[in-house]
């Protein structure tokens, strides 16, 4: 059907045109369905229906429009055409068949060329969330997410790599252990995420120190320069298909147990990471409730390491309460590089920061097995890690002499007081990360939570919980609010609800 | 947050507006997230970001701009809010836990209003194919689905109704059951649907006798004048959520079956039928396969019935060869229509319909146990359900001096014929009904296939086997060489593939 081509100004996310309803009945299509353009070449496009567009008109979204040349023709050929074979590959999972390698591939291909419509999508994240997959469908699954990125091959050996399962709030470590390998002359093309629903992910704290978004070619020669990088994933087209799962999946706040392996060593994959540890915190809150879970986890991510030639360990870590005093990217870089600098800090992010380079120092060779951890204290101590890490600030383009000091919290300040005298009997970590979201982490660096007391931790009527930054006034107005309204931390012997006026019927 | 507001000339199908991906950020939302606009009232919207709206403005598609008023106004202060309840129990039969009455009401109105994705809405129809529903579910989806429409109220009792599972081509007997029925003083208020997958919907066939658009009012005082109706259910505001939910099912092939069965007896429960019967079609081909799964769909039916208040009988009939010989719309009203001005006409569509008006008219105590299909038959000959059907084509706006000669079937014609002698050893229903969709159907009202030989029928080599018609030429070469390229009937003897030249290596 030859139609004319109305050029419409917006995004679609995807390949796709508008018909009008008359039109696409013409043609025997319904919205979903797909169609092909046909100019000079040929463009396969997902349909929607409307009575926007006129009869004998297309309505073409940019991509397409980009696809089709500078200037988009005036009319364009449009036959229908049949959906991607992904699409019964899916069905087929929702029957419980297994898939073949060749069929995983196809879907994974399909979703990062942004083949698939969002209902196709969903169906694959719900399906996968209710009936997983066969760990020999996982292999595939995270085979497939590598090949249809990018690969950096590294000429030296080993290459190490840490991941986080995540959960835990202000976990700033591997500001800590990325500089601590790198000084003890191993590799690490560190990246990392975005939070989405946390308060600061590994990328957004770097970012105060320094640019974080590179592509895969300047990770790996950074990386060959300074021996480490701290990079944002994102940037990179490396394991593609993780974001576009991630865009379906967070809407109905799901991580299918498939997709998190495989997205996890699926970037460890592609970076050719030799040595990988992973961090698995436990405990109410995070998202391994118990140390059996853990372990189960642990043993999958193992075996899914010893598939793809990757040696793996696992460390499972207090999750509980957060890493550190600090929740914000400001705040907790603060923390992390006041630790450097001087040694000063929390037990808790010093432990867990040098018990997992113990880790990795110890795959790769450079400690003796159980003498790891002994040398990230020293290569901490010694000012070897700062020092790193400086080289590393300004490998990737930023102000290597920034000392703890230079990094300023946001100015607007609030405080949450005891209400009573006693210990703190429950601490929400849940609550403290969207304190610190509503006073504007992770978009405002300045933005966080100082935390005074953890749980089991004494404090006297009157004094701080937790003080609250924010760049701007009124997301520090809104945070004090929520957090007044519901307190994260619950202090013995305070009152839940206080009743103050009584209605006698 | 203030945003300048720019009006979006496209429909989005959802209240949903465009935030740039800087100002969703800094909101804290991600696509699929909800705001509220704040103006005169609150309406919430789903988010999309992306770079194409500059900073400090969101983009509104068309519904929030009619919703906002006439004049959309200049500004518009927008905050996060958060998902509807009802994607938690969506989550919820996603982690197979069973719903409350209440939970399922909430999703079923959300998914009438819009207020869903498109990612929601696949999740749910995923989760209902995979787990199913218990029999409570299924009963509450069914309340909830006819409470969110319109519903007609007869004073006059009982009301009849039928319906057709589906599956079997050239299915045309409510043109000839309604008529029947009505003409034994019982009322029967058919709404009906179009063709999605097959070549004529019962709407699409009335509709070349009369108009089929009606609303659920003009449905109830047509039925009460002259006894019955056949109206396009899609045109009222009738189960409105079933319409929605195919929306999303189409796109994946999937047919959940708590949803075929709320889906029907919705759609019975809002006219306020008190007696139906159910054609359950069985066969290879159509989507019931063996009698014993029709026998389990049929209790199911019942005792879901039951439940309603309904009493609900089905009958199951052969469905893998056409009922009659004609397929599309024009081809198969002229088909029906000789049946009632002549009774003369294939014997399939005679006993199918005068069997299952039978029922009716036995379940309606218009004829007494057993003696149904008599009477049936006897309306049928003695020209009253032919009086009565030309009184439902006047009411409803047709001109009811119409003769099935008056029928033209496409004038641009083609056969098919035998490749050799012998019997038709197989008939492929889709590829049939394939057929005739290329060939324009249901849309062009003149396209369809005339059958000259079914299953087991003898034929001579260059016979025909079978016709097509189509309104457009264009239209019968593409539907000709379709069906040269892939005979939907095999007849003994025929070759199948013929290997002209070899290849000696």
Not at 320 to 334: D, F, K, M
């Amino acid at each position: 059907m030859e139609l004319k081509v109305q050029s419409l100004l917006i995004k679609a996310g995807k390949y796709k045109v508008v018909l009008n309803t008359h039109d696409a009945k013409e043609l025997g299509v319904r919205g979903g369905d797909r169609v092909q353009l046909k100019d000079h070449s040929y463009l396969t496009a997902i349909v929607e229906t409307g009575e926007i567009i006129p009869k004998g008109t297309v309505g073409v979204y940019q991509e397409c429009c980009e696809k089709l040349g500078e200037a988009c023709p005036l009319t364009i050929n449009i036959i229908p055409t049949s959906r991607p074979n992904s699409v019964s590959f899916i069905k087929k999972m929702m029957d419980k068949q297994k898939l073949t390698q060749e069929e995983i591939y196809q879907i994974v291909q399909d979703i990062v060329k942004d083949n698939l419509t969002e209902i196709e999508m969903s169906a694959f994240v719900t399906t996968s969330y209710i009936h997983g997959m066969s760990t020999d469908e996982i292999e595939w699954l995270t085979r497939a997410m590598i090949d249809t990125g990018e690969k950096i091959e590294f000429q030296t050996h080993p290459i190490m790599d840490k991941h986080s399962i995540g959960g835990v709030p202000g976990n700033k470590i591997s500001l800590l252990v990325v500089p601590i390998i790198a000084a003890n002359g191993l590799l690490i093309p560190k990246t990392s995420s975005r939070a989405i629903t946390g308060a600061a992910g590994t990328a957004d704290l770097m970012e105060v120190l320094a640019p974080v978004e590179f592509s895969a070619d300047e990770i790996k020669s950074i990386t060959e320069r300074v021996g480490g990088v701290i990079a944002w994933g994102g940037a990179t087209n490396i394991a593609p298909a993780d974001d576009k799962l991630i865009q379906s999946e967070y809407p109905l706040s799901i991580d299918p147990h498939n997709q998190l392996l495989a997205s996890i060593m699926a970037k460890k994959g592609a970076v050719g990471a030799d040595c990988v540890v992973i961090d698995i915190p436990v405990g109410s809150g995070t998202k391994v409730q118990t140390m059996e879970e853990g372990k189960k986890l642990a043993r999958e991510l193992m075996e899914l390491g010893e598939r793809l030639g990757m040696n793996v360990e696992c460390a499972m870590t207090y999750g509980a309460s957060p890493v550190g005093r600090t929740i914000g990217p400001a705040l907790e870089v603060r923390e992390a590089l006041k630790v450097l600098e001087t040694m000063q800090g929390p037990n808790s992010l010093i432990e867990k920061s040098t018990a997992l380079a113990g880790i990795l120092l110890e795959m790769g060779g450079t400690a003796a097995r159980g003498r790891g951890k002994d040398l990230a204290m020293e290569t901490l101590r010694s000012g070897k890690a700062l020092n790193k890490l400086r080289e590393i600030i300004e490998a990737q383009g930023g102000n290597p002499k920034i000392g703890h000091t230079d990094i300023k919290p946001g100015e607007h300040r609030g405080e949450l007081t005891s209400p009573a005298d006693g210990y703190v009997i429950e601490f929400d970590n849940k609550r403290i990360v969207e304190i610190a979201r509503i006073a504007g982490a992770p978009i405002d660096k300045g933005a966080g939570v100082w935390i005074h007391r953890k749980k089991g931790e004494l404090v006297k009527k009157g004094e701080p919980l937790i003080t609250i930054f924010a760049d701007k006034g009124w997301k520090l107005t809104n945070a004090l609010k929520s957090a007044e309204k519901d307190y994260p931390l619950i202090v013995e012997g305070m009152l839940l609800e206080r009743v103050q006026t009584f209605k006698v019927i």
